[in-house]
């Protein structure tokens, strides 16, 4: 694994064997049926989920492999509420009063606009921090990466929100029908100037994304041409969106009806032009000439590998991981969840060279904080307006660190995904590793308050859901199976125990005493100060650590 120390442009898509180099691990596809323990049940939720509390360790634990998996790709809970106006005390909105959902009213009013965005970003990081047992977020966050769009550019606000909703609710489904319904978004169809494509002046950017960041990838064996982009550019003119409905439709007269013929990379197909309504369907021939080419299924399946198992593919991982893998996207028609089940319930996820080796990203390790350690928010259903705030600052804080959500740098999203050679260690740096360290200093410190109304990590009921606090050793351990994924020496921890939970001491109870004392008396203020003390100090030692960066 590549664990380099922490403080030593448009997206580049690899070629199919990315590196020469020894084989990191040559685990494949075939299903795992190894142990079953809490650490297996840490990774998957680590990966698949914003973090692995205790309470969801506990909850998986008690399922099979193929139960807790089989969960997380099929969610049932309902989806998340709306986003709210919590911004009428600055900007009023006639058309969506304080407290209600805006989704639904078209607005013009770049101020009203602009406090919808902010409400938005609110609202998706409530909706991480809230989310249900599955993977319906993380793999929202990943779509949202691949069809990179920002927020500034779309500018309006129903159709940022719809962009999002579509990635949550097509994320699990059928890729090509995500890939149909993307195209045609009026959100995207604003970001890459679809709306503008015309017969009269074709607009080849959605064209060149499709194929270069959506769909077929880049390298030695994709080589469509400059004229393919050019003719499936004339393929999607006429997709304009309706300003009073606020939806999509077709216009013929902005359509160009001619025939298209593509290069020998797609065998020299002809797409028929067609006229009318019947304009649109050409749409639907360009994404099937573009799925059949194999280096879809193959592009796609490495995306999700560096998402959710490691950041580099080497030869082995190529053989053994994604060509299998790729196979299955294409006999299960493009169907999402199979590829997911297929990778999760490998040798190759729980291979132990694959645990422990990624670095976070900023979201991970702000939502997994937040997630992991309980913090509490007040109710948004009473107090939405303190609890919109708390989550912008959650949302600003992702921002700081290098990932803004709703605004990746550019339509490639961030870099660590796919910025050769460095991809995830992109998130550290002697920027951003401070920061990390102070978010999380403040969160265990001081916290943050609005309205008398405080967000922070309260150590004491975290402690408290362990099995044996009372023992020092068990604590530190046991904690350390909530928040690490890399082991710590035993002499790092036995000097951890030393110096914080003993206090210079050397005999356990000194911890132990202390800790059953306010137990037995939680009303008491100096023991509850002395425990409360003890452990914000090892909680905030162990997670300014570099092995907190981890997952």
């Known amino acids: 694994m590549d664990r380099r120390d922490f403080l030593t442009a448009r997206r580049k898509k690899a070629p199919a064997i990315l590196s020469a180099q020894n084989f990191r691990t040559q685990s494949g596809l075939t299903p795992y049926v190894g142990p079953w323990t809490r650490n297996?049940?840490?990774?998957?939720?680590?990966?698949?989920?914003?973090?692995?509390?205790?309470?969801?360790?506990?909850?998986?634990?008690?399922?099979?492999?193929?139960?807790?998996i089989n969960e997380l790709l099929n969610p049932v809970a309902a989806l998340p509420a709306p986003p709210l106006n919590d911004y009428s005390e600055d900007v009023p909105d006639p058309g969506a009063p304080a407290g209600t959902t805006w989704v639904n009213n078209v607005s013009e009013n770049?101020?009203?606009n602009e406090g919808r965005r902010f409400s938005f970003k609110h609202w998706w990081a409530g909706v991480m921090l809230n989310q249900d047992r599955s993977i319906r977020e993380k793999i929202t966050l990943f779509w949202a990466d691949h069809f990179g769009t920002e927020t500034y550019t779309i500018n309006l606000g129903h159709f940022i929100y719809r962009h999002n909703n579509l990635l949550r609710t097509g994320g699990l489904g059928n890729f090509k029908t995500l890939v149909k319904n993307v195209t045609t978004d009026p959100g995207m169809l604003i970001y890459l100037n679809g709306f503008l494509n015309s017969a009269s002046a074709p607009d080849e950017n959605y064209a060149r994304?499709?194929?270069?960041?959506?769909?077929?990838?880049?390298?030695?064996?994709?080589?469509?041409?400059?004229?393919?982009?050019?003719?499936?550019?004339?393929?999607?003119?006429?997709?304009?969106?309706?300003?009073?409905?606020?939806?999509?439709?077709?216009d013929p007269a902005k359509h160009d009806s001619n025939n298209k013929t593509f290069s020998s990379y797609f065998g020299g197909a002809t797409i028929t032009g067609q006229t009318g309504v019947n304009g649109e369907l050409e749409t639907d021939d360009l994404i099937n000439m573009i799925f059949s080419k194999d280096e879809v299924s193959k592009y796609i399946c490495r995306s999700i590998y560096r998402w959710f198992v490691y950041y580099t593919l080497d030869a082995a991982a190529e053989a053994n991981v994604i060509e299998p893998l790729a196979a299955i996207f294409r006999t299960s028609n493009y169907d999402i969840k199979p590829v997911l089940s297929a990778l999760f319930k490998s040798e190759h996820f729980f291979d132990v060279l694959n645990q422990g080796c990624m670095i976070k990203s900023p979201v991970d390790q702000i939502v997994g904080?937040?997630?992991?350690?309980?913090?509490?928010?007040?109710?948004?259903?009473?107090?939405?307006?303190?609890?919109?705030?708390?989550?912008?600052?959650?949302?600003?804080?992702?921002?700081t660190m290098g990932?803004?959500?709703?605004?990746?740098?550019?339509?490639?999203?961030?870099?660590?995904?796919?910025?050769?050679?460095s991809f995830h260690e992109i998130w550290i740096n002697h920027d951003t590793?401070?920061?990390?360290?102070?978010?999380?200093?403040?969160?265990?410190?001081?916290?943050?308050?609005r309205n008398?109304?405080?967000?922070?990590?309260?150590?004491?009921?975290f402690t408290l859901a362990l099995p044996n606090a009372g023992d020092p050793n068990a604590l530190l351990s046991d904690t350390l199976a909530v928040i690490y994924r890399v082991p710590l020496s035993d002499t790092v921890k036995q000097n951890?125990?030393?110096?914080?939970?003993?206090?210079?001491?050397?005999?356990?109870?000194?911890?132990?005493?202390?800790?059953?004392?306010?137990?037995?008396?939680?009303?008491?203020?100096?023991?509850?100060?002395?425990?409360t003390n003890r452990l914000k100090s090892l909680y905030q030692y162990l997670m300014n650590l570099s092995e907190y960066q981890l997952s």
């Open 369 to 399: 904080c937040m997630r992991e350690w309980k913090v509490a928010f007040p109710p948004v259903a009473s107090e939405y307006q303190d609890t919109y705030n708390m989550w912008g600052y959650i949302s600003d804080w992702m921002g």
């Open 40 to 68: 297996e049940v840490q990774h998957l939720l680590k990966r698949t989920m914003f973090g692995s509390t205790k309470a969801d360790i506990d909850y998986f634990a008690a399922r099979t492999l193929d139960q807790a």
């Open 433 to 449: 590793l401070p920061k990390r360290n102070q978010f999380t200093d403040s969160m265990i410190m001081s916290g943050f308050t």
């Open 209 to 250: 994304e499709l194929m270069e960041l959506f769909t077929l990838g880049k390298g030695p064996t994709v080589a469509y041409t400059e004229d393919d982009v050019r003719k499936a550019a004339r393929i999607l003119t006429g997709w304009r969106i309706n300003p009073t409905t606020a939806l999509t439709t077709f």
């Open 496 to 531: 951890l125990k030393q110096s914080i939970l003993l206090s210079g001491q050397t005999q356990d109870y000194y911890w132990t005493n202390a800790w059953n004392a306010y137990v037995a008396d939680p009303t008491n203020m100096s023991t509850a100060a002395i425990i």
């Open 403 to 421: 990932q803004d959500i709703g605004d990746p740098p550019n339509v490639s999203g961030w870099p660590a995904y796919y910025q050769e050679p």
């Open 110 to 112: 770049d101020d009203i």
């Open 452 to 461: 008398m109304k405080k967000i922070i990590i309260d150590p004491i009921p």
